[in-house]
């Protein structure tokens, strides 16, 4: 394509070239236009947490994750509704209902078969992603790619909350401490609602206490493959996490290697170790952390394509 006259691309021309552009390579052509504009340099320097934090808005593009679950992005992120026929989205002012439409399907899939199947009203939902992924300003490493989600522990009740009560809600615990469930919080159906989780083939991982962990191992009869896929973490004391595998069109997203413990549950080794003291340490002897951590990482840490997502207008 030439310049008029002018020395400037007729204005209908350049409309034409930057739509086939976009088409061809979505993601070059959004690092192009924000380089352009001169915002990329500086930007480059702040926390990514901090960049994709401030982000109110997905980027209206065909569905992709970028990256891996805890250094990543997404493209073209889908809002779980507030409301669903089996669902209520909590904390809805950290604006985290966004996802990759695979990890839309699996929660109202989820929240069905356990209102249809396991005797749960319906489903609390907590985080799941920013509107472009991306590292959250708090609470999460993960979360990124609009694959990790948080269901709570806690039955949905049988009317709509109100907004407020969306934030002050306080779920239950389903521990006393790291070593020791809490009977009168658990109940069948909260185990009963994890297998279902975890017998979806697209599921790769479920992050839970290690007490329930544990319960988990105990309540289990038959088959017991799925329990491989449920492990042992730090937190999940009232929720659980979620997380499915690489969807289709995502040639750039990084699957997990695919759980394999030892013994083919993760009730043996693996569940010792979390119930020991090891894991623990430095979270229980806060004095001998290091005082001076390292500065959050910068958004030029991230992939290239999630940098250009960053700053896209």
């Known amino acids: 394509m030439t310049a008029g006259a ?8 350049l409309a034409s070239w930057c739509l086939l ?7 070059a052509v959004l690092g192009e236009n924000a380089r352009m ?26 569905a992709r994750a970028i990256g891996s679950y805890a250094r990543g992005c997404l ?7 507030v409301n669903g026929a089996s669902w209520q989205v909590m904390r809805t002012s950290r604006n985290r209902n966004w996802a990759h439409p695979a990890m839309i399907s ?21 985080d799941v992603a920013q509107p472009r992924g991306g590292p959250m300003l ?17 039955p949905m ?9 969306r934030e002050t809600m306080i779920p239950r615990e389903m521990v006393k401490d790291r070593h020791t469930l809490d009977t009168s919080a658990w109940t069948e159906a909260q185990a009963r609602l994890i297998k279902r989780a975890a017998s979806y083939p697209q599921v790769a991982r479920i992050f839970v206490n290690p007490p329930i962990k544990a319960e988990l191992c105990k309540w289990a009869t038959g088959d017991k493959s799925w329990l491989a896929k449920v492990r042992p973490y730090y937190g999940h004391t009232y929720h659980f996490h979620v997380r499915i595998v690489c969807p289709k069109g995502s040639p750039d997203c990084k699957n997990q290697a695919p759980a394999a413990p030892q013994d083919g549950t993760g009730c043996g080794q693996e569940l010792a170790y979390w119930m020991g003291d090891k894991p623990w340490y430095w979270i229980e002897h806060p004095d001998r952390q ?8 910068p958004l030029s840490s991230l992939p290239p394509e999630c940098q250009r997502i960053a700053i896209a207008p």
């Not at 049988?158 to 407020?164: N, S, V």
């Not at 290091?290 to 990482?297: E, L, V």
């Open 6 to 13: 002018s020395g400037r691309f007729p204005a209908f021309a």
């Open 21 to 27: 552009a976009i088409v061809a390579n979505p993601v």
């Open 37 to 62: 504009t001169g915002a990329a340099s500086p930007i480059m320097k702040k926390p990514a947490k901090q960049v994709f934090g401030a982000i109110k808005a997905p980027i209206s593009m065909k």
């Open 75 to 81: 493209l073209g992120a889908q809002a779980l509704p």
């Open 106 to 126: 699996l929660i109202e899939k989820l929240a069905t078969d356990a209102k249809d199947y396991d005797g749960w009203n319906g489903l609390l939902v907590g």
């Open 138 to 154: 708090n609470g999460h490493a993960s979360h990124q790619m609009g694959l990790d989600a948080d269901i709570w522990l806690t």
């Open 157 to 165: 009740p049988d009317y709509a909350l109100t907004p407020e009560e």
């Open 290 to 297: 290091n005082p001076n951590p390292p500065p959050p990482p």
